[in-house]
């Protein structure tokens, strides 16, 4: 316990035993050795968090296990998507992490160890309960809290009272209880997220497993529950309401609560933390059965409020795990992680909680709600102003409702792309200088792409049980991928951005985008079609669209009718040029039929080139045109290869070691990617419509094959070049959940389908002359 571990903030080694389950039991151990990454990655986590903290709080690396029984399996929790995904495994499954902690004691919070508690009091207490029928014996057991806990709550903590008006049935008593409940809100990579604790360990031992705002009980100043109950028993309804003389004001309460639970100080909440004024709502719950103090009766009554946070990228708030959106720890309360084998055990009111980014289900709930009846959300402040102002009031909620549903519809960032992401950053502190790209060399360097997965991802795609879900987690075996998040996830330390200057995240969701495109294409016999139309639902299933009234989806007209009259034998016919899919004899010498199968290598090739494509559009890793190879496409030596396509060929063809995904392939295949990325001045639209002579159209065309390719390029790779130019377009829009939107809503599709037919025939310029391809062209 307690093993340093880091040079600049103590690290701290837990042993979780987690079952899955509403409760789970945990116990604390003496770690062992971890591999060389774990501790790698903790130190990492410490110099990330060593500065910019509250005054109130203290940090330090806690590095964890949690164990996983195979039976419910384990749950993977998510910096971004707040939702459990359960993996059936009938073995233990292990699983180790490393966040950072604040310690937030002495801020508020009673401790009080139950050794300390006043044993006379106690015991009438609990004496008290027994008469009024209330059984405490499975209390302390099963994540039920326990007597003593109660007592500290009344008396010690004052967070609650017991009143003798319970209903019947309980003994006639009734806990009260009033409290805080807080929203924190923050953009990750364009996608609001809140912030939850997701487990909670106790200081008996016992580990609740559970999302809960940060929360905090409002203290009672005066007022005994005798007396209370008295007023109660007269019809006062004066503790039901919003207002109540008897506690602390719930707006300091609420500012208490950020302190005591999350160590963050008034003056920090002031900087970073902007109140929503419409965020705010007060409930009662009466007669509630307590799971925490089972047969006793509660009446809670809440205050909720939403901050959002004002500057994501802010220095100052990555104590709380953001702009990433990674998980961190708090220790309140005194929390002593060696308390647990003392004698006296841990203080009552200590307690550690881990704390996760979710995406915000409440924000996404109002826009569907927003969605499914537009003229509820809009019509009613239309109702009441004149024809103009009404307009005007449904052209902003339109804006709005289209940006909110724009938003929603990215993927959530995986938990390992914030660690690997974490660890990018950490890299960039290193100043050492090494051609062609520093920065590039030093996030890459050492790094590999997961074959195995990628080889499983290509033998999978058709197949219908390989789920969207599991193709977006399987695109981690692709490193570079989190090179589209380093500029924006940097820009706090390095001060740059994109060099699109768009929305944090934009590139990565469009890459993210280009690949689901690919899942589609290759499923066209199953849901491929509905993906490719319509996007997925919550669950990440296809869409399905019976008719143009479907409001689970943006212009579900042009949608249908995309899926409906989209020349989708061409796309399968261009996936059988590329070498993507090929036919097979199948049956016997009777009777064969022909099956389109997936060629796996090549499908890998598209796979790795759709994860490098876009990633010099970060202007940070753009290579420096070095004296041995100017001119390059223009660019002398000291030059910074500006243009993206040509950024990329230059890392391909002069240091392909920097890239893993593009490294590893065999020189055919290299050959392939490289060509995609040629500046071919191809004018389709010229071909299309015979505007142009065959000489004008195919003349660079020609000279990319020959000259800089020396013809060793054939038909096959011009149809790839031309599956990478759907597929980039497919994802060009920032929302891979709602299909291919590019093509399906804003691209004509008559045009594309002309493009469609015409590939075919472009591809032959490989092996005939232009006159040749353009004459047989237009005797089609």
Not at 260 to 279: C, I, K, N, S, Y
Request: glycine share 8%; charged share 25%.
């Amino acid at each position: 316990m307690g093993v340093a571990v880091s040079a600049v903030l103590p690290c701290t080694w837990l042993d979780f035993h987690c079952y899955n389950s509403p409760v789970n039991e945990v116990k604390i151990d003496v770690f062992k050795p971890v591999e060389d990454d774990t501790l790698s990655y903790a130190n990492e986590v410490g110099k990330e968090l060593s500065y910019g903290l509250p005054m109130s709080s203290s940090a330090s690396a806690l590095v964890y296990i949690e164990h996983f029984s195979g039976g419910h399996g384990s749950p993977t929790t998510s910096t971004t998507d707040g939702l459990s995904s359960r993996q059936s495994d009938s073995s233990m499954k292990i699983k180790t992490r490393a966040i950072s902690m604040l310690k937030t004691a002495g801020l508020g919070v009673v401790a009080v160890q139950p050794s300390r508690l006043d044993k006379v009091a106690l015991a009438a207490f609990r004496e008290r309960l027994h008469q009024a029928g209330v059984d405490t014996a499975g209390w302390g057991y099963g994540g039920a809290k326990s007597v003593e806990h109660l007592f500290w709550e009344t008396y010690q903590q004052r967070g609650c009272i017991i009143t003798g008006t319970g209903a019947e049935g309980t003994g006639g008593l009734k806990r009260i209880t009033r409290l805080v409940k807080i929203r924190i809100v923050a953009e990750i990579f364009g996608v609001d997220h809140c912030l939850f604790s997701r487990m909670q360990f106790m200081h008996d031992g016992q580990t609740v497993e559970r999302k809960q705002v940060p929360l905090r009980k409002l203290v009672w100043l005066k007022a005994s529950g005798d007396e209370i109950s008295a007023k109660m028993k007269v019809g006062c309804d004066e503790f039901y309401a919003e207002s109540c003389q008897y506690t602390e004001n719930w707006k300091m309460g609420c500012r208490k609560s950020l302190e005591e639970r999350l160590g963050l100080t008034m003056a920090w909440q002031t900087v970073h933390l902007a109140e929503d004024p419409d965020g705010y709502r007060y409930s009662t719950e009466d007669n509630v059965k307590s799971d925490g103090y089972p047969g006793l009766n509660t009446l809670y009554c809440i205050h909720e409020v939403t901050f959002r946070v004002r500057d994501p990228e802010n220095a100052g708030v990555q104590v709380v795990g953001l702009p990433e959106g990674q998980e961190f720890a708090t220790a309140e309360g005194d929390f002593n992680f060696n308390g647990q084998q003392d004698d006296n055990g841990l203080s009552i009111g200590s307690q550690l909680n881990i704390w996760t980014w979710c995406r915000d289900a409440q924000a996404d709930a109002g826009v569907r709600r927003l969605i499914s009846s537009p003229s509820k959300a809009l019509g009613a402040a239309a109702a009441a102003a004149s024809a103009a102002a009404a307009s005007a009031a449904s052209a902003q909620g339109a804006a709005q409702q289209k940006e909110e549903m724009r938003l929603i519809r990215r993927v959530p960032l995986a938990p390992a792309s914030a660690k690997m992401l974490a660890s990018m950053q950490a890299r960039l502190q290193d100043k050492t200088a090494k051609p062609p790209c520093s920065i590039l060399w030093r996030t890459m360097e050492g790094l590999q792409t997961d074959w195995t997965v990628a080889r499983r991802m290509a033998s999978h795609i058709p197949d219908p049980n390989y789920t969207a879900a599991q193709f977006n987690h399987d695109l981690l075996a692709f490193p570079e991928l989190n090179l589209y998040l380093l500029d924006a996830g940097s820009k706090a330390q390095i001060g740059t951005n994109m060099s699109s200057g768009r929305t944090i995240g934009d590139e990565y969701q469009r890459t993210v985008g280009a690949f689901f495109a690919i899942y589609w294409l290759f499923r066209t016999d199953s849901d491929g079609k509905d993906g490719f139309s319509n996007g997925v639902d919550d669950s990440m299933t296809p869409i399905v669209l019976l008719d143009t009234a479907d409001l689970r989806v943006t212009q579900p007209e042009k949608r249908l009718a995309f899926k409906n009259n989209a020349k989708w034998e061409f796309f399968k016919r261009l996936l059988v040029n590329a070498g993507l899919l090929e036919e097979k004899k199948v049956g016997n010498v009777f009777k064969s039929n022909v099956k389109l199968v997936v060629n796996e290598k090549r499908l890998v090739s598209l796979l790795a080139l759709t994860a490098i494509h876009d990633i010099m559009k970060m202007n940070l890793i753009l290579p420096e045109c070095q004296k041995e190879h100017e001119p390059f496409h223009g660019y002398m030596a000291g030059d910074t290869i500006g243009d993206h396509d040509h950024a990329l060929s230059y890392i391909m063809e002069h240091y392909p070691s920097i890239l893993p995904s593009f490294r590893d392939l065999d020189e055919k295949e290299k050959r392939s990617v490289k060509f995609t990325q040629c500046n071919l001045c191809f004018n389709h639209g010229w071909f299309v419509q015979a505007e142009a002579p065959p000489g004008a159209i195919f003349t660079k065309f020609r000279e990319a094959l020959i000259r800089d390719h020396k013809s060793q390029l054939g038909q096959q790779d011009v149809a790839l070049y031309f599956v990478h130019w759907l597929t980039d377009l497919a994802g060009a829009e920032p929302t891979p959940l709602a299909g291919c939107e590019k093509f399906v809503t804003k691209f004509p599709l008559p045009v594309l389908n002309s493009f469609l037919r015409s590939f075919e025939f472009v591809e032959r310029i490989a092996t005939q002359t232009e006159t040749h391809v353009m004459e047989e062209y237009l005797q089609m």
